[in-house]
Structure formats: C-alpha cells, structure tokens
C-alpha cells in the first residue's frame, strides 16, 4: 500500500537523482531546543551539496513572546528569496536532528505561505550520512528568486481560535504531538514560566509515533492509519495540530497529508503559548 498523497516526501535516492537539476533547492532547516547546540555551525560544518540553511527562529515574527512564530507574508517573502528559494522552485527540505521535525515544520510554512512544490527529505540528515551520500561544508552561492507569498489562513489557528473552539456547537479535534507525561501534566515543561497540562478535550498522538525510531522516516501508511486510530482521532473530522511550540505538530499534519487530509490547520503558539497564558484553561491527569 502506497501513500494517498506521496507527493510532499521525497527519499534519500530521489534526491541524490534529482540534487543537480536546476529547480531543486535544498533547505537544511535543521533545529534543537539543546542550548549546547549550534545548528547553523553545525549546518556550516556538513550538509547535503548547495543547501542553504533555514533559521525557524530568524524566519518568525521577531516581535512575538513566543519562539518561531508565523512572521508577515512580506517578511516570509524577503527572507526565503534571499535564501534563493521562489517561485517556480522544488523546495527539499531536511532536518538533522530527528529526522523530519523542523523540516515538517517548514514544509507547513511554505504551505501557509501558498507553495505547493515543497517536499521533506524522508529520514532527513541522519538517513542521508548513513548511506555514505556526498555532503559539503562550503557555503552556497549567493542568488535571489522571487516568491510570491499568499497566505492560506485555513491552515492557522491562534489561541483564540482554540479557546472559542471548546465551546463550539461542532468544534474541530485538537491534537497534542507532545509526550505523554507532558500531555497529563506529569513531566515539567522544557521552557520556564509555562504550566503543566493540556488543552481541555485534546487527544494525545506524540509525533514519535509516527517515525520509524531506526530509520527517521515515516511509518507506512497502515501503520500511520493505526497510530490516528489509536489516538482516537478521526481523519474525516477538521483537526488542529498542536505541540510544545508549533514544531512537531507539523509531523501530524504531514502524516495526515500523506493519508489523504490536506486540511490540518496548525496552533502555531501551541503550549508555549496556551500554558503561558493563565486565563486560559488547562486539564491534567
């Protein structure tokens, strides 16, 4: 059995096949909540040939209290064309650290910013290494490509939106990539001054139990199918994804993808935002 729509995940062969063709650009979007970490040096030590590196944190909105938010079309527009990265382009984004997650995130981006030529390298970096493929530490050179950028505010929910969806007469399903001691509240937030819980009559579907834990790359669709199935989510229902800060709630939404839902909005303050917040109210246990 086949992907329902394959279409936004490419493998480590197809991009060896296609990494000279003239409309392929590569994006090393790679990200750490580890402060020990540096991952643009990191970027600049090794990556796949001609990759440019996707900052989650520079390409936001800067004023926002909270990290990697959704910036301005026009700052998303300035920042991806300097990158070299417009219209007409075949946008592969990778991630080397887990794999998939913040290259999700930045296939969602440019999504919400109305590009429809965007894939995620399945099993990211890590699968790329393992199978001996050429990578470089050279930086890539400099080039600008317009991107027209229109926003499909159908794949964006903020907090309010969330907040008026508890007491929605058909509200839409939210669900929580984070873990599971995170999503009853017994594990203690990775950022301060952000309460333990969850957003009331939430389902818990943890983002690692969509990817293989050897090879970083998607379960096959049977087993992506099982894993909703099991969160007791319905994939014929609307369905907001939402995790620690707006990052691996894009894993769900690719997984949906894959299996045919193409309208997975996203909370982009996620928990960070919602347990930051105290009038807003939480569930534990």
Known sequence: MSYTRPDPLVSTQWLADHLAAPDVRVVDASYSLDPSRDMRAEYEACHVPGAVFFDIDDIADRTSPYKHTVPAAEVFAAKVRKLGLGDGNHVVVYDSNG???????????????????????????????????????????????????????????????????????????????????????????????????????????????????????????????????????????????????????????????????DDISIFDGSWSEWGSRAELPIAVG
Not at 115 to 123: I, M, Q
Not at 188 to 214: C, H, K, M, W, Y
Not at 223 to 248: E, H, I, M, W
């Open 99 to 261: 794999g998939v997650m913040a290259a999700c995130r930045v296939w969602w981006l440019f999504r919400l910013f109305g590009a429809t030529n965007v894939s995620v390298l399945d099993g990211g970096l890590p699968k790329w290494l393992a199978e001996n493929r050429p990578v470089e530490d050279l930086p890539p050179p400099a080039r600008e490509r317009h991107f027209t950028a229109r926003m499909d505010t159908t794949l964006f929910r903020s907090a309010e939106n969330l907040l008026a969806n508890l007491t929605a007469e058909t509200p839409e399903q939210v669900v929580d990539a984070r873990s599971p001691g995170r999503f009853r509240g017994e594990e203690a937030e990775p950022r301060a001054g952000v309460r333990q819980g969850r957003i009331p009559a939430s389902l818990n579907l943890p983002f690692t139990a969509l990817i293989d834990p050897q090879s970083k790359t998607f379960l096959p669709p049977e087993q992506l199918r099982q894993q909703f199935d099991a969160a007791g989510v319905d994939l014929s229902k609307p369905l907001v994804a939402s995790c620690g800060s707006g990052v691996t709630a894009c894993v769900i939404a690719m997984a949906g993808y894959l299996l045919g839902k």
